[in-house]
């Protein structure tokens, strides 16, 4: 019997749940084995659809302009459904769990599960309507025991409805970077460049660290950057702090910095810690959200406090370049934590299971 199985995510733009169901639909996909899996996305084509596409796997863009079109949008996905022939619905983020929900009373014989990947707390509405949601999904997916605390405190989830299975990758697919060879301490920021995100902690951080030599590269797009670059204007810091746009792939990005800073206290679990952790290149990070599931302060990184963390930060660059056995310590915490816990060979057995799919 052949499984059809299809990922519903809200859109397929650079960031780190696209990557996941990037991998997850790639890596699940296997006709041989009966397995059919497709991809759709509740808003217009991105770049991430073009990468699923070339890897052979089917994807749908329903072309949603805005939240208003969530019942055009719950119709378009019953009838890809039906004309699929799916057997499962495994949908990522709110607004494509909400539409999953929508749809979940007329499609009875088929399984809908539904997977929370934030914490931000705002909007608020979007946990309420996820409160709603998970009524009509079997199981919800987290990648940590952060998400597990607020969804179920914020949305009301069932502890027993809760299954977390951490975020992955390949190891193989990061090379080893080199780290503080040169002349420039290289400090870098990947990700959204989201408020709710505080990259521009960051910024006091590099003006704290007072080191001419030290650099500040940010390696995304988003609301906050013209207020970012704004800020490195009134602050004198040009010379200092460079904004490369997004990365189409992450190690493009890694192998231009000696550390990843990491100052969000809201991440729902981290990819970009545990791909910087891949290429050898060490981490300091907020431990808060779904990054304390990963980092291990002084073990396989280092920790900083949400309030004063640019200044764990400032002081990493120096800590990081001189002592270099704390740096060795780092490193090879972070290749052995990847290797151990967050490899698909040994995550993609655990959504395996929960798909009821061959082994």
């Not at 007329?106 to 409160?131: D, K, M, N, Y």
């Not at 009301?156 to 975020?167: E, H, Q």
């Not at 060490?282 to 599931?293: H, M, N, Q, T, Y």
Request: some cysteine; glycine content about 8%; overall charge positive.
């Amino acid at each position: 019997m052949q499984r059809r199985i299809l990922l519903l995510i809200t859109d397929l733009e650079i960031g780190g749940t696209p990557t996941v169901v990037r991998e997850l639909a790639t890596r699940l996909h296997d006709p041989g084995k009966g397995v059919h899996v497709e991809v759709a996305c509740l808003s217009k084509w991105g770049p991430v659809a073009d990468q699923i596409r070339m890897a052979g796997v089917t994807v749908t863009a329903l072309d949603a302009r805005s939240s208003f079109d969530m019942l055009q949008m719950a119709r378009r996905l019953r009838f890809l459904v039906r004309e699929r022939q799916i057997d499962t619905v495994l949908s990522f983020l709110v607004h494509a769990n909400v539409v999953a929900a929508f749809v979940a009373p007329h499609l009875a014989e088929i399984r809908f599960i539904q997977s929370i990947q934030t914490v931000q707390p705002r909007p608020l509405w979007h946990w309420l309507a996820q409160g709603w949601a998970h009524r009509r999904a079997e199981r919800l997916v987290v990648p940590s025991s952060a998400i597990v605390a607020v969804a179920r405190r914020r949305s009301g989830v069932p502890r027993a409805k809760l299954v977390v299975i951490p975020n992955a990758l390949d190891p193989a697919e990061f090379p080893r970077v080199s780290v503080f060879t040169g002349p420039k301490a290289r400090a870098g920021y990947l990700g959204r460049l989201d408020p709710a995100k505080a990259p521009g902690n960051l910024l006091r951080a590099i003006e704290f660290a007072r080191q001419p030599e030290a650099e500040l590269h940010y390696f995304g797009d988003g609301p906050a950057r013209a207020d970012l670059e704004r800020r490195v204007d009134e602050m004198g810091l040009r010379r200092q702090v460079f904004f490369h746009g997004s990365a189409a792939r992450p190690q493009e990005a890694l192998r231009q910095m000696d550390v990843l800073w990491l100052p969000s206290s809201v991440e729902g679990f981290g990819l970009v810690v545990i791909e910087a952790m891949a290429s050898g290149v060490p981490v300091v990070a907020c431990a808060a959200g779904g990054v304390r599931d990963i980092l291990q302060d002084g073990h396989n990184g280092l920790a900083a406090d949400e309030r004063i963390g640019y200044r764990r930060f400032a002081h990493s660059l120096t800590l990081l370049r001189d002592d270099v056995a704390l740096r060795n310590r780092l490193i090879e915490g972070g290749l052995r934590t990847v290797r151990e816990r967050f490899n698909w060979d040994v995550v993609l057995p655990q959504y395996r299971a929960l798909l009821q799919l061959p082994g």
